[in-house]
């Protein structure tokens, strides 16, 4: 058996109340690693094809990785995946927080969750034991509510959860799986997957030990993170509580803010809704993921009487993607208002940019008269309502009045309202943009278009962070017979792509590893720790490897499901330049974008034309044989 393995996944079958352990040979492990290959691998072969997301036959499958339980800095992750009730796709986000790491000191290296029960449930899972213990008393509960009455009821303040809230229950296609209340599983809508089975939460608490193959290897990389993160990641450790809100005011400077839909060039106040400010006014304290030093999580806090503008320091504080979705993509420049709608999408456990997105898109389409008084049930979507944000969301996840229509997405609700609210309709695969601009970032759009779950900026690369010799360019350098410098922003030549399918491959790999993304670690940094926990040898090219698994077998799913080359794309307004701002006059050429996607797959070994894996892409990465028996056609 690897290190960093118990060699067991668990099965709860809900319909029935059984459950079983599976062993999966080493080769599983060592190929995969964990999270999005093993969803997806999972997917292809236990999902029956065409399975409706909502039935009680799709999965919901918590994976964490070989890195989760043995206390590796920036390891405080876990991947949750099934088949997308928002797309019809690959569904998988990847959270932070503690429960991965309890989780996988209970003893298990993933969980796959089928069936329905008659009336809700949750699971406990303590040092191998499972229980499935009545929910009734939980459903209808805010998250934080939920969190505190399981704890109390299991007599221990440690136990770690993840759960959904009222969005989950209410079957809202973008809900989100909520973990320690304030960390979201958000994208793809597995919130919806948890509720559709009546499962109100996981509870877990482990303490066995989790054996490592050479600690050495593994503390020497946490070593050199101790001696150089405050010099290397001084964006989120100088001062109090930084975090990603402080790149919104910079952001705004040079173009790449969504502002009114993706439909506006530029942000009029963006400090007014800037990190410091919110600091200034509202930071309590500052959180931090298992074995982390950074402590990048905010909590805010604010009393008021009115319940609306005050902020509930349970819910922790806003991250960079809800401030832009609930602020300049909505018009709004409250940043109270702005705050509490992260809050309430928290405590009712909705993914922030979808919510945001799914009013932005409604505002447009308000404003452009292809709604009206009489589909909104006589509420002005217009532009810049903070209060109006902030009740929507409560309304979207009770499905309250049109929050019901809005609780369906965007793309559903294109489809719905006609022809004329198509172009405000900024999806990929049917799930929103999130809140970076492909006119400042090409390679990223077409990272949107090519994301197994639909647009995504994390699966991806940021064009921005390669125009100047630094660390991203040195990483990638580092796996290069012959390095690139430098490369223009906008470009999307044969250097760009070098950085492109080097660093998809990164991050779908540090999604299966389950690393924060916001570490300073350089490729040769993973290797070795990756090798010293599982005893496995290493180097750059199979780390890679594993992160080219992940998407290849997510493409051979999506393919199984329906989709097609088609579906890779991007809309056409985040192509279109702007006649002003920062960057006016920058957009997506049709043909830029075609060749680069050609050429992406060709580097992928898939057929050019169809982005279909070839034979010898299967090959090459081991899948023929961990396929074999599987229909993936």
């Known amino acids: 058996m690897l290190g960093g393995t118990f060699g067991k996944i668990l099965h709860v079958d809900l319909s029935t109340g059984q459950t079983r352990v599976e062993h999966p040979p080493d080769e599983f492990y060592q190929l995969l690693a964990g999270g999005r290959a093993v969803v997806a691998y999972l997917l292809l072969r236990d999902l029956p094809p065409g399975t409706d997301p909502l039935s009680p036959d799709n999965l919901l499958i918590f994976a964490p990785g070989m890195m989760q339980g043995t206390g590796f800095p920036g390891a405080g992750r876990h991947g949750v995946g099934g088949k997308s009730p928002l797309t019809g796709a690959l569904g998988s986000s990847e959270v932070g927080g503690w429960w991965g790491h309890e989780f996988k000191r209970a003893g298990y290296d993933a969980l796959i969750v089928r069936g329905r029960a008659e009336s809700p449930v949750y699971l406990w899972i303590k040092d191998g034991e499972v229980e499935i213990r009545p929910a009734g008393h939980l459903w209808g509960l805010t998250t934080g509510r939920c969190q505190a009455a399981i704890r109390q009821e299991l007599d221990d303040d440690r136990v770690r959860i993840a759960q959904i809230g009222p969005g989950g229950e209410n079957l809202v296609r973008f809900a989100a799986i909520m973990h320690d209340v304030n960390r979201a599983a958000g994208r793809t809508g597995m919130g919806a997957v948890m509720g559709s089975k009546n499962l109100k939460a996981v509870a877990v608490r482990g303490s066995l030990k989790l054996e490592v193959s050479d600690r050495t290897r593994v503390t020497k990389v946490a070593r050199w993170l101790a001696e150089n993160y405050k010099e290397l990641m001084a ?13 919104l005011p ?14 506006k060039a530029t942000f009029d106040h963006p400090e ?10 509202y930071l309590k304290d500052r959180d931090t993921c298992h074995g982390c030093p950074v402590s990048c999580k905010q909590v805010f806090a604010h009393d008021a009487e009115d319940p609306y503008r005050r902020l509930d320091p349970v819910y922790g504080g806003a991250e960079y993607e809800a401030m832009a979705a609930f602020g300049p993509c909505c018009g709004v420049e409250d ?21 945001g997105m799914a009013i932005a898109f409604a505002m447009e389409c308000y404003e452009n008269g292809v709604i009206t008084d009489s ?62 601009e492909p006119r400042l970032k090409p390679a990223m759009g077409v990272g949107y278009a090519v994301a197994p779950v639909g647009a995504d900026h994390m699966m991806n690369m940021h064009d921005t962070a390669f125009t ?21 922003r906008a470009s999307l030549g044969e250097d760009k792509m070098q950085y492109f399918y080097h660093e998809l491959n990164w991050s779908h790999f540090q999604d299966c590893a389950l690393i924060c993304m916001f570490y300073c670690y350089d490729y040769e940094h993973l290797a070795e720790a990756l090798s010293g926990v599982s005893g496995v040898e290493y180097s750059i090219a199979d780390i890679l490897a594993i992160g080219e698994r992940a998407q290849t077998l997510s493409r051979l799913f999506n393919l199984r499901e329906g989709f097609t080359a088609d579906d890779d794309r991007l809309p056409q307004r985040v192509m279109t330049p702007f006649e002003e701002g920062p960057i006016e006059g920058s957009g997506i050429s049709d043909e830029d974008f075609a060749w680069f996607k050609k050429r992406f797959y060709e580097r992928m070994g898939w057929d050019p034309q169809s982005g279909q894996p070839g034979e010898e892409c299967l090959r090459r990465l081991a899948l023929d044989q961990l396929l074999t028996g599987i229909s993936y056609r």
């Open 235 to 247: 964006w989120a450790t100088a001062g109090i509580g930084r975090g990603t809100q402080d790149g």
């Open 250 to 263: 910079g952001l705004a400077r040079v173009g790449g803010l969504p502002v009114h839909n993706f439909g």
């Open 272 to 281: 007014l809704l800037s990190g410091q400010r919110n600091y200034d006014m």
């Open 335 to 355: 940043n109270l208002a702005v705050l509490k709608a992260n809050e309430r999408a928290n405590a009712y456990g909705l993914d922030a940019i979808s919510t």
């Open 375 to 436: 589909d909104t049930g006589g509420l002005e979507f217009g532009w810049g309502d903070g209060d109006l944000v902030v009740r929507t969301v409560e309304h979207i996840a009770l499905r309250q009045g049109f929050g019901n229509t809005l609780a369906e997405g965007v793309d559903h609700m294109a489809r719905q309202f006609g022809p004329g609210s198509q172009p405000f309709n900024l999806t990929v695969k049917g799930q929103e943009l999130p809140m970076h």
């Open 468 to 488: 100047r010799d630094g660390r991203s360019v040195r990483r990638v350098s580092s796996a290069l017979a012959e390095p690139v410098g430098p490369v223009d």
